[in-house]
């Protein structure tokens, strides 16, 4: 499992376990909160109803019918009361009154039970007491919504209790705000939970990304692509990540220059050996053709060791260039152009004919002088394989966004031994003509342009005989740029 997921499920197991407690206790406790607040609303209403058949017994007025008939008539009463998503049609309050010793008095829901001993009752035994008397019965013990609520107050008379007057108020209406209300708060959770999931991710991602692009850095250093240094933000991963890239810019220094001096050395120790036995065989007496052989000898080595330290010191430049080559439009026919000039003395040597196909005006971005190199190594490699009075096809042509420049010669092709190492620095084949080789770094050079422009290059055998080879560049954004 990857960092980014482990975070994202630890933050996903923490927010869900923080979410469950509360959601449940608010759910469990939706019922007990909804009584609480209706028992409190209906302690000052029992509190005030004794109060006021205390005022008409010390009066000598007190009739306990009044009191049961204005329930009655209140019962009856059309009510029409829309209590946000309740509607209430009915009164459903009742109370009944005991005497000091708990006997019924009176009833508003049952008259019949006037005359019962309710003494036992917990809302008349505790208020007969002078303590706070409240209970919940159920009138179906095996129904749940048949529930009521009873809750008393004193009747007190010249400081004495000479009665319990007790309030009943069925929680049908507390059962309909609790239904209403379970799923909202589910409705509410379940919100808060996929923002919290959405935001664990995102944060996930955020802590993450800089990890994911150190790691992608890491990657191409290490497959050999010229991957640009990430955007690491500031935090210690950046910190982590700018240690890391002046790390591998020293290893990466160190290990150049070794492998630099070795391929060097290895390369010119061949020509500097074939200088040095013909100089000195010309201190010997030989015949004037001999001593100009030699001397030719000599002259192609020099030469050669000048073309192997001209072009490492190209290679090193662009290998180690820490800022991308200046950019430019080129006008791809112009470049054309002076690529096959530079090589008419050559091509008319061996009376190659050339045969040049380029759309019209189009430019793409890139390094003119890069380029130029570039193909110049490719159109040479082609002249050196192809036969006398053979044929070369130069081509560009656009594909899909991108510039497609191939080079086709008519040559024997490319052993199937070379084809993996062709790119190698120092690997180079016998040319037909001279059975000599090259400096083996022309391929290499065309490589790294090709990178250098966010491009690739490959070389291939032609299925009717020679060699083809492809470079692929990327075009400007929207389109060809203009000339």
Known sequence: MSLGARIFVCYLVIFAACFYYPVQWMIDSLEARYRESVEEIMVDQTTILASQVAEQMRAGQFDSSSLRDAFFRA?????????????????????YLTDAVGRVISDSRDPSEVGADY???????????????ARTTRRAPLDPTSSSLYVAAPVILDNQIAGCLTLIKPTASINAFIAQARPRVLRAAAVSLCAAILLSLVF????TRPITRLIHYADGIRE???SPFPELGRSKIADLGEAMHKMQEALEGKQYVEEYIQNLTHEIKSPLSAIRGAAE?????MPLAQRERFLENIRNEAARIGRIVDTMLELAALENRRMQPEME???????????VESKQPMLMQKRIDLQLKAPGELAFPGNSFLMHQALANLLQNAIDFSPENGRIELKAEVEEGELVLTVADEGAGIPDYAVARVFDKFYSLQRPDTGRKSTGLGLNLVREVAATHDGSVRLANRTAGGTVAVMVLPLAKGGNLPV
């Open 281 to 285: 065989l010309l201190d010997e007496e």
């Open 224 to 226: 050999g692509r010229r």
């Open 329 to 339: 439009p080129i006008d791809l026919n112009a470049l054309l152009r002076n690529v």
């Open 119 to 133: 003494s036992n009752w917990r809302d008349v035994y505790l208020t007969l007491r002078g303590e706070y008397g």
């Open 75 to 95: 019962h009856r009463q059309p009510l029409n009361a829309r209590i946000y998503d309740l509607h209430k049609t009915l009164v459903d309050s009742h109370f």
């Open 204 to 207: 996930s991602i955020w802590l």
